[in-house]
C-alpha cells in the first residue's frame, strides 16, 4: 500500500512540477508524508 502511494505522490510530483507549481509540490509531498505515517 505505501508503494503505491509512493508512485503515486511521485507522478504528481513530476506533474504539478512540469505545471511550475512547485510550493504546491512541497505541501503534497508533507501532507503525503502525514499520510504514510498514519497508515503504519
Known amino acids: 500500500m505505501q508503494i503505491i502511494l509512493v508512485i503515486i505522490t511521485k507522478s504528481l510530483n513530476n506533474y504539478l512540477l512540469f ?22
Open 19 to 40: 505545471s511550475g507549481g512547485y510550493k504546491k509540490i512541497v505541501v503534497l509531498t508533507a501532507h503525503d508524508r502525514r499520510k504514510i505515517w498514519n497508515t503504519k
